[in-house]
């Protein structure tokens, strides 16, 4: 007696059978990670902006200090 039953048109090989077809096909895959290079971009973009605004505050000379600096008091400087 037989062990292994097939049935015709069983959904667990027509699905395997697909699967297989797509992947031997090859078609070519859509981007996988597209927000990746669009963060570096974006990172790249956002760091030569504040290269730029320094570098041309130097050349006007102007001393340009950080926002985040403003509110601080340096040492060796009078109050």
Same mark, same amino acid.
């Given at each position: 007696?037989?062990?292994?039953?097939?049935? &015709?048109? &069983?959904?667990?090989?027509?699905?395997?059978?697909?699967?297989?077809?797509?992947?031997?096909?090859?078609?070519?895959?859509?981007?996988?990670?597209?927000?990746?290079?669009?963060?570096?971009?974006?990172?790249?973009?956002?760091?030569?902006?504040?290269?730029?605004?320094?570098?041309?505050?130097?050349?006007?000379?102007?001393?340009?200090?950080?926002?985040?600096?403003?509110?601080?008091?340096?040492?060796?400087?009078?109050?």
């Amino acid at each position: 007696m037989d062990d292994e039953v097939y049935f &015709d048109g &069983d959904p667990a090989t027509d699905s395997a059978r697909r699967h297989m077809e797509r992947v031997l096909k090859g078609e070519p895959s859509p981007p996988r990670w597209p927000w990746v290079l669009g963060a570096l971009g974006g990172g790249g973009l956002l760091l030569m902006w504040r290269l730029g605004r320094a570098a041309r505050a130097r050349a006007e000379g102007t001393a340009s200090t950080p926002q985040s600096d403003s509110g601080r008091r340096r040492t060796g400087e009078p109050s």
